[in-house]
T-cell receptor
Framework: SAVISQKPSRDICQRGTSLTIQCQVDSQVTMMFWYRQQPGQSLTLIATANQGSEATYESGFVIDKFPISRPNLTFSTLTVSNLSPEDSSIYLC???????????FGPGTRLLVL | GENVEQHPSTLSVQEGDSAVIKCTYSDSASNYFPWYKQELGKRPQLIIDIRSNVGEKKDQRIAVTLNKTAKHFSLHITETQPEDSAVYFCAASHNFGNEKLTFGTGTRLTIIP
């Protein structure tokens, strides 16, 4: 399976600021996804990061709040903009290899907004 | 879109007994059903998965069953051990890991020594 890293692993931010999260994979992957896991909750897909084109957002998530980049097949960033305490969550990237395998998750970024 | 329901939300089981977690899905186009285990502060880890052309799959103490007609699938853990304590999530997808996963709400499993 792919080895996935995320930076930062955790951060504390002030409201109104932004945080950019990086996801790096050790091999080229077809699909990259960004999920949010609010405290004590399940995982909710924010968007699919498309290489070379705009991300595909799920209902309730918008590009202005969660801009995503995917410049190549091994790297993606998620920015959480104009932070509020409600954005305090774990943000996880995941990858699909394009084969008949499951998605593998990065270690997550734990965000606390004060 | 897909909706996945998961029950129970919490489950306490005596060590050595069996645990069963059940999920239902709404989209008949879903064909891939993974189960993830998430320990506190860790990422979700795949423990077993099943594809729509299979009714049952087993891996040591863990098994998953799928009923496509009824649109439900279940996780069975036998001979439970303290290290099985975690939150378990079921999920559904149209195309293995290559399309979005829709997750259930999770089950917190506690194994009582």
């Amino acid at each position: 399976s792919a080895v996935i890293s995320q930076k930062p692993s955790r951060d504390i931010c002030q409201r109104g600021t932004s945080l950019t999260i990086q996801c790096q994979v050790d091999s080229q992957v077809t699909m990259m996804f960004w999920y949010r896991q609010q405290p004590g909750q399940s995982l909710t897909l924010i968007a699919t990061a498309n290489q070379g084109s705009e991300a595909t957002y799920e209902s309730g998530f918008v590009i202005d709040k969660f801009p995503i980049s995917r410049p190549n097949l091994t790297f993606s960033t998620l920015t959480v903009s104009n932070l509020s305490p409600e954005d305090s969550s774990i943000y996880l990237c995941s990858v699909g290899t394009g084969t008949q395998e499951t998605q593998y998750f990065g270690p997550g970024t734990r965000l606390l907004v004060l | 879109g897909e909706n996945v329901e998961q029950h129970p939300s919490t489950l306490s089981v005596q060590e050595g007994d069996s645990a069963v977690i059940k999920c239902t899905y709404s989209d008949s186009a879903s064909n891939y059903f993974p189960w993830y285990k998430q320990e506190l502060g860790k990422r979700p880890q795949l423990i077993i998965d099943i594809r729509s052309n299979v009714g049952e799959k087993k891996d040591q103490r863990i098994a998953v069953t799928l009923n496509k007609t009824a649109k439900h699938f279940s996780l069975h853990i036998t001979e439970t051990q303290p290290e099985d304590s975690a939150v378990y999530f079921c999920a559904a997808s149209h195309n293995f890991g290559n399309e979005k996963l829709t997750f259930g709400t999770g089950t917190r499993l506690t194994i009582i020594p």
